[in-house]
């Protein structure tokens, strides 16, 4: 774990999305950057570097990935067949399960803490409990309320199975018992993860990422109109266009050749 000290004021490198900072007393902030350091879970949020300022106060540099928060993803897939929402539900309740058991500190989280990254997977990414920002994503309006990190990604799968159709079969089990592990103990998240697992197979999803506001790209070459040479091996290889079709140059061939004979023929026999 690195532990340099830092300066309060440098931002984090550029493809880090936050840098968070506790006292040097908050033991709860401290445990969560030791235990995460040492955490590799592909739905959890990373830590690239943890540091303390000359006072003693703690800095955790973490990698916040690259997606789209989870409420609009869903709104761009849109209804969830019951093997979708199996996919994206089972990590988030794997981590609260993790949470209850004690074998993964978790800190706090806002509801737009829950990712869907570039991949298509669920990423919670919380953060050090009672740390504040110091170098925020400069997002603009109120800042999100925030909860114990276990309760809102229960609450995120909650989420997931609400876009099932309420016909489904399988939401009359699924749904009291994700109700039930929002603030319930380790019993309640086995029933929720057994409940869900139990409704169907996890199923793929296509996942189209929303493309960035701003696209930079060099302009593509000018067309420039085909040689004479083009035009004739374009002919050849795909055939003379005639109307909506491509009719191929062997065909047309043949059947010039066939009209002549006919031509030829009818001369010949109507010769005196």
């Given at each position: 774990m690195h532990t340099s000290p830092v300066h309060?004021?440098?931002?984090?490198?550029?493809?880090?999305?936050?840098?968070?900072?506790?006292?040097?007393?908050?033991?709860?902030?401290?445990?969560?950057?030791?235990?995460?350091?040492?955490?590799?879970?592909r739905h959890l949020v990373a830590v690239h570097a943890v540091a303390r300022t000359g006072g003693g106060d703690?800095?955790?540099?973490?990698v916040r990935p690259g997606g789209t928060p989870l409420?609009?993803?869903?709104?761009?897939?849109?209804?969830?067949?019951?093997?979708?929402?199996?996919?994206?539900?089972?990590?988030?309740?794997?981590?609260?399960?993790?949470?209850?058991?004690?074998?993964?500190?978790l800190g706090t989280a806002a509801a737009d803490d829950v990712v869907v990254d570039d991949a298509g997977a669920v990423v919670l990414c919380d953060r050090p409990p009672g740390a504040t920002p110091t170098a925020p994503r400069g997002?603009?309006?109120?800042?999100?309320?925030?909860?114990?990190?276990?309760?809102?990604?229960?609450?995120?799968?909650?989420?997931?199975?609400?876009?099932?159709?309420p016909a489904d079969p399988a939401r009359a089990v699924v749904?009291?018992?994700?109700?039930?592990?929002v603030d319930g103990d380790r019993r309640a998240a086995v029933a929720a993860l057994d409940a869900v697992r139990a409704s169907a197979a996890p199923r793929p999803f296509r996942w189209d990422p929303a493309p960035a506001d701003l696209v930079f790209a060099a302009p593509g070459p000018v067309p420039t109109p085909p040689t004479p040479f083009a035009r004739l091996q374009d002919a050849v290889e795909r055939g003379l266009p005639i109307g909506?079709?491509?009719?191929?140059?062997?065909?047309?061939?043949?059947?010039?050749?066939?009209?002549?004979?006919?031509?030829?023929?009818?001369?010949?026999?109507?010769?005196?």
């Open positions: 309060p004021g440098r931002r984090c490198e550029p493809d880090l999305a936050e840098r968070w900072s506790a006292p040097a007393d908050d033991h709860d902030a401290w445990a969560w950057a030791l235990d995460r350091s040492a955490t590799v879970d703690l800095v955790v540099d973490l409420a609009q993803a869903l709104d761009r897939i849109g209804s969830l067949t019951t093997g979708v929402a199996v996919t994206l539900s089972v990590p988030l309740l794997t981590v609260v399960l993790a949470a209850r058991d004690g074998t993964v500190l997002t603009a309006g109120p800042s999100p309320t925030v909860a114990d990190a276990a309760r809102t990604a229960a609450l995120a799968a909650r989420t997931v199975w609400d876009r099932v159709d749904d009291p018992a994700l109700e039930a592990a909506d079709r491509r009719v191929p140059l062997r065909r047309l061939l043949v059947g010039v050749v066939v009209l002549v004979g006919t031509v030829v023929a009818g001369g010949v026999l109507l010769a005196p």
